[in-house]
C-alpha cells in the first residue's frame, strides 16, 4: 500500500501574464542541484528539508530542478510547504557545445525515442504534484526538432501546465530559427537590467518573459538584485527568475594537518575539470547562507514599505494569495543606532497587492544625532518553516542626520617637531607620531609606550578578486593594480601654531616596468590631543578600467582585535549589495569579521561607516571618523595572502589586524557568468578625496560618537 498526497491548481498564460489559481505571480525563484559536501550528489530526507526551510525562511516562493527531475520526495516538500516548481527533463548537451556541434543530438531523428523518453518518465511520474507549475524541455542542449516532439507528446498527454526552454529562445534570438510558440514563455539566462526592461516594454510580444537564470551568486555576489526586481515589479510581462544557484558544490576533505576546506574541480588530480565554478551558490556547502542569500531574502519580501515623511510610511502587500495578518510589524526610532522610541503597527490585514498608509507618532528629535526609522515584519504564529517572532522583511530610513562640529585646536597641549634626516616625529603629551620625508607616509602612531599603528595608510587599488571579478581582474592586473609601489616626489613639514603640525606629501602609485597609475596629495594635521587628521587627494590616470576600490590600507598592533563599527551590517555589504544591511552600532572581533567562501576572495567590507573604532580586550583603541560615510574592512590576515590563497585552509593569521578604509569600493555585478556591475556601481578613474580623523579613545558610547563628530580645526 503506498500513500500518495494529490492536489488540484490552475495554471494559466493570460496575455502575457502567468496565473495560478486566477491570480498573477511572480517567480522569486532559485536554481537547486542535489548536493551534499560529504555524499556528493546522493541527498538525505533531512538535505532535502533543510534546503526548503532555507528557501522558505529567505523568501524564494520558485525553483527550478537544474537539470533533471528531483527525487519525488522533493516534489513533496514543495506541496507541502508551498514552492512552484519548475520540473526539468535530464538533457543536457553541453558537451556537444565544445565539440561545435550544438544542435546535433537535438536535430538527430535517431535521439528522438531518447528525448521522448526522457520528458514522458518525468510527466506520468510528476504529474499529480500540484507545486509543478511548468514543465522544462531541458537546460542547454541547442534547439531541434526533437525538443518540438517533446513539446507535442507534453500538449497531447499533459496539457495543464504551461512549457519552458530556454535553447528556443536562445536560438530564435540569435539565429532566427525556430517557432516561439513551442514554448509558452520566453526564457532567457543572465540578460542585463536594461535587457529585461527593454522586453517588458515589447507592445509585439505575446508570452510571459523570465529569466531561467539570473543573478550569478558565485563567491562575493550577486549584485543589483534591486534593479532587477524593480523591472520585474513594474512591467506585467516580466513574471520573475531563478538566481543561479541554490549551494555551492564543493566536497570536504582534510589537509596534512587535518585542517577541513572544501574541495573543487582539480583538487583530485581530475581533468578535464571547471575549477571552482561549480562553487557557485548563494549557500555553502553546509548551508550556512552567503551574504547573497540575505541580500536575497530583502529583495524577496513580501512588505515594501516606503517613508513618506513627517512619520507617515506607506506599506504594500507583494504576494498574490494572502493578506498580512500573519505578520506582526513593530516600528523603532534609533539615535545613533540606540532606542529612542517605538511601538507595533495594528493590524496587517491588507490584501494582496494593496497598500496602506500609516501615520506614526515620531516625537521631537532635538538632540544631535543621526536618526533612524526601523520597521520589522515578524511571524505572528509558528509556521511549519519557522519558529513565531521570525523577521520575514525589514526596511530602514534615515529621517534626521547628524551634525559636524568644530574643535578649538589652540586650546590643546603644546607639540615638539624633531626633524631629523628623512624621518620627522611629532610628540605630545601622550602620544607619538613618526613621519617619512623619503616615502612621504606615516609610519607609525603610539599611544603611550604601545605602538598601536605599525605601518600608516597606503594607497590602495586592489582587492583580491572575487568570483564575479574575474574578467575585470584581467583588466586590473594588466595596469598593474596588484602590485603597486610608491614614490613620494615632494614633501613638506610646518608648525601653524604650537598644537597642531602638518605634513603634506605627493605620493606617485604604480607597479614596476609599467606607467604610474594614481597620484596622492597627503596631508596629515597632528592635534595636541591626539588627533590626526589624514587627507588623501586621489588623482588616478584616466584611461585606468573602472577600479575594485580606492582607499588607503593599514596595519594595526595584534592588540587593536576587535572593532566597533556605526555603518551598515552586521554581515559584509558592497554597494549594489547592501540594502538588507542596516545602518547601526555593530561590533565584532577581527577575526570573525571574515566571511568565508570556498574560494577565498575579498570579503567582509561595511560601507557607510561614521565611525570604525578598533580595540584592545580593555576597550582602548583608535577611533576613525570621516567627514562623508566610508567602508571599512578589517581582517587578521593580509591582502596579499587573500589573493593567493585557492583554499580557506590556507589562510593563516599574521599577528595584525589589517584595517582599509575606502572612500569607495566597486559593485559586484555576476560576471563570472552574468552582466557587469550596473555602470552606477562602476568606479570609475576620477577624482576624489578621502578624509578621517584618527583618535586615541577609551570607549564610552556616547562619547565616541561625540568624538566622531568633532572636526578640529
Given at each position: 500500500c503506498t500513500r500518495v498526497s494529490v492536489g488540484f491548481c490552475r495554471v494559466e498564460i493570460r496575455g502575457v501574464e502567468l496565473f495560478v489559481n486566477g491570480r498573477s505571480v511572480k517567480l522569486r525563484g532559485v536554481n537547486r542541484h542535489d548536493t551534499n559536501p560529504d555524499t556528493g550528489h546522493t541527498v538525505s530526507y533531512d538535505d532535502m528539508l533543510t534546503d526548503i526551510l532555507?528557501?522558505?525562511?529567505?523568501?524564494?516562493?520558485?525553483v527550478r530542478t537544474s537539470h533533471y527531475p528531483n527525487d519525488p520526495r522533493w516534489l513533496d516538500l514543495c506541496d507541502r510547504y508551498g514552492l512552484y516548481v519548475i520540473d526539468e527533463?535530464?538533457?543536457?548537451?553541453?558537451?556537444?557545445?565544445?565539440?561545435?556541434?550544438?544542435?546535433?543530438?537535438?536535430?538527430?531523428?535517431?535521439?528522438?525515442?531518447?528525448?521522448?523518453?526522457?520528458?514522458?518518465?518525468?510527466?506520468?511520474?510528476?504529474?499529480?504534484?500540484?507545486?509543478?507549475?511548468?514543465?522544462?524541455?531541458?537546460?542547454?542542449?541547442?534547439?531541434?526538432?526533437?525538443?518540438?516532439?517533446?513539446?507535442?507528446?507534453?500538449?497531447?498527454?499533459?496539457?495543464?501546465?504551461?512549457?519552458?526552454?530556454?535553447?528556443?529562445?536562445?536560438?530564435?534570438?540569435?539565429?532566427?530559427?525556430?517557432d516561439p510558440h513551442v514554448v509558452d514563455v520566453v526564457s532567457r539566462m543572465y540578460p542585463t537590467v536594461q535587457n529585461i526592461i527593454d522586453e517588458g516594454e515589447?507592445?509585439?510580444?505575446?508570452?510571459?518573459?523570465?529569466?531561467?537564470?539570473?543573478?550569478?551568486?558565485?563567491g562575493q555576489g550577486p549584485g543589483n538584485l534591486k534593479e532587477y526586481w524593480q523591472a520585474i515589479e513594474k512591467y506585467p510581462r516580466l513574471i520573475g527568475g531563478c538566481v543561479w544557484e541554490w549551494a555551492d558544490h564543493g566536497i570536504r576533505v582534510s589537509d596534512e594537518n587535518d585542517e577541513e576546506f572544501f574541495a573543487y574541480g582539480?583538487?583530485?588530480?581530475?581533468?578535464?575539470?571547471?575549477?571552482?565554478?561549480?562553487?557557485?551558490?548563494?549557500?555553502?556547502?553546509?548551508?550556512?547562507?552567503?551574504?547573497?542569500l540575505l541580500e536575497l531574502k530583502y529583495t524577496y519580501q513580501p512588505v515594501k514599505a516606503e517613508y513618506l515623511g513627517q512619520g507617515k510610511i506607506r506599506l504594500t502587500n507583494r504576494r498574490a494569495f494572502a493578506d498580512l495578518s500573519d505578520l506582526h510589524g513593530v516600528w523603532m526610532l534609533a539615535k545613533d543606532g540606540e532606542r529612542v522610541q517605538g511601538g507595533v503597527l495594528g493590524a496587517l490585514n491588507i490584501a494582496p497587492g494593496e497598500s496602506r498608509e500609516i501615520e506614526l507618532p515620531l516625537e521631537d528629535m532635538p538632540d544631535n544625532g543621526d536618526y533612524r526609522l526601523n520597521l520589522s515584519f515578524l511571524l505572528a504564529e509558528e509556521?511549519?518553516?519557522?519558529?513565531?517572532?521570525?523577521?520575514?522583511?525589514?526596511?530602514?530610513?534615515?529621517?534626521?542626520?547628524?551634525?559636524?562640529?568644530?574643535?578649538?585646536?589652540?586650546?590643546?597641549?603644546?607639540?615638539?617637531?624633531?626633524?631629523?634626516?628623512?624621518?620627522?616625529?611629532?610628540?605630545?603629551?601622550?602620544?607619538?607620531?613618526?613621519?617619512?620625508?623619503?616615502?612621504?607616509?606615516?609610519?607609525?602612531?603610539?599611544?603611550?609606550?604601545?605602538?598601536?599603528?605599525?605601518?600608516?595608510?597606503?594607497?590602495?587599488?586592489?582587492?583580491?578578486?572575487t568570483d564575479n571579478d574575474v574578467h575585470q581582474a584581467e583588466q586590473w592586473k594588466k595596469v598593474g593594480l596588484d602590485r603597486l609601489q610608491h614614490r613620494c616626489v615632494s614633501s613638506s613639514v610646518s608648525q601653524p601654531h604650537s598644537a597642531c603640525v602638518e605634513?603634506?606629501?605627493?605620493?606617485?602609485?604604480?607597479?614596476?616596468?609599467?606607467?604610474?597609475?594614481?597620484?596622492?596629495?597627503?596631508?596629515?594635521?597632528?592635534?595636541?590631543?591626539?588627533?590626526?587628521?589624514?587627507?588623501?587627494?586621489?588623482?588616478?590616470?584616466?584611461?585606468?578600467?573602472?577600479?575594485?576600490?580606492?582607499?588607503?590600507?593599514?596595519?594595526?598592533?595584534?592588540?587593536?582585535?576587535?572593532?566597533?563599527?556605526?555603518?551598515?551590517?552586521p554581515h559584509e555589504n558592497y554597494p549594489d549589495k547592501?540594502?538588507?544591511?542596516?545602518?547601526?552600532?555593530y561590533e565584532s572581533d577581527v577575526y570573525s569579521l571574515h566571511e568565508e567562501y570556498v574560494r577565498p576572495q575579498e570579503n567582509g567590507a561595511h560601507g557607510d561607516c561614521e565611525l570604525v573604532f578598533a580595540h584592545d580586550a580593555r576597550g582602548r583603541g583608535l577611533l576613525f571618523a570621516g567627514d562623508v560615510p566610508f567602508s571599512f574592512t578589517a581582517h587578521d590576515y593580509s591582502q596579499e595572502m587573500l589573493t593567493q590563497a585557492q583554499h580557506g585552509n590556507e589562510l593563516e593569521s599574521e599577528e595584525a589586524t589589517y584595517l582599509a578604509i575606502d572612500a569607495a569600493q566597486g559593485g559586484l555585478g555576476s560576471n563570472s557568468c552574468g552582466p557587469e556591475p550596473l555602470e552606477e556601481y562602476r568606479l570609475k578613474p576620477a577624482a576624489r578625496t578621502l578624509r578621517?580623523?584618527?583618535?586615541?579613545?577609551?570607549?564610552?558610547?556616547?562619547?565616541?560618537?561625540?568624538?566622531a563628530r568633532i572636526w578640529p580645526e
Open positions: 532555507l528557501m522558505k525562511q529567505h523568501n524564494v516562493n520558485c527533463t535530464d538533457l543536457e548537451c553541453h558537451g556537444c557545445e565544445t565539440a561545435g556541434q550544438l544542435h546535433v543530438l537535438s536535430e538527430s531523428e535517431e535521439w528522438t525515442a531518447v528525448y521522448l523518453d526522457r520528458v514522458s518518465r518525468m510527466v506520468c511520474r510528476d504529474r499529480n504534484h500540484p507545486s509543478i507549475i511548468m514543465w522544462s524541455l531541458g537546460n542547454e542542449s541547442g534547439y531541434g526538432r526533437n525538443h518540438d516532439a517533446m513539446a507535442a507528446w507534453i500538449r497531447e498527454h499533459e496539457p495543464t501546465r504551461p512549457i519552458h526552454y530556454e535553447g528556443l529562445s536562445r536560438e530564435i534570438a540569435t539565429n532566427g530559427r525556430g515589447d507592445q509585439a510580444a505575446d508570452q510571459p518573459y523570465f529569466m531561467c537564470e539570473y543573478a550569478h551568486a558565485m582539480g583538487d583530485f588530480g581530475d581533468m578535464p575539470n571547471d575549477g571552482c565554478f561549480c562553487v557557485d551558490g548563494l549557500c555553502t556547502p553546509e548551508r550556512e547562507p552567503h551574504s547573497g509556521a511549519a518553516w519557522a519558529e513565531a517572532g521570525y523577521e520575514v522583511a525589514r526596511e530602514q530610513f534615515a529621517v534626521k542626520a547628524p551634525r559636524r562640529e568644530s574643535e578649538d585646536s589652540f586650546a590643546m597641549p603644546a607639540l615638539e617637531v624633531d626633524e631629523s634626516g628623512d624621518e620627522v616625529s611629532v610628540t605630545g603629551e601622550e602620544f607619538f607620531v613618526l613621519l617619512s620625508k623619503r616615502t612621504g607616509m606615516l609610519e607609525s602612531y603610539c599611544l603611550g609606550d604601545e605602538e598601536l599603528v605599525e605601518q600608516g595608510p597606503r594607497a590602495n587599488l586592489w582587492r583580491a578578486p605634513f603634506r606629501a605627493r605620493i606617485v602609485s604604480g607597479p614596476y616596468s609599467l606607467p604610474p597609475v594614481l597620484t596622492t596629495d597627503v596631508t596629515y594635521r597632528m592635534f595636541g590631543d591626539g588627533a590626526v587628521e589624514c587627507s588623501f587627494a586621489f588623482d588616478p590616470r584616466a584611461d585606468l578600467p573602472y577600479l575594485p576600490r580606492l582607499g588607503v590600507m593599514m596595519q594595526l598592533s595584534q592588540q587593536l582585535d576587535r572593532v566597533k563599527w556605526y555603518g551598515r551590517g547592501q540594502d538588507s544591511a542596516p545602518v547601526a552600532l578621517f580623523v584618527v583618535r586615541p579613545c577609551l570607549w564610552g558610547r556616547d562619547d565616541a560618537f561625540a568624538l
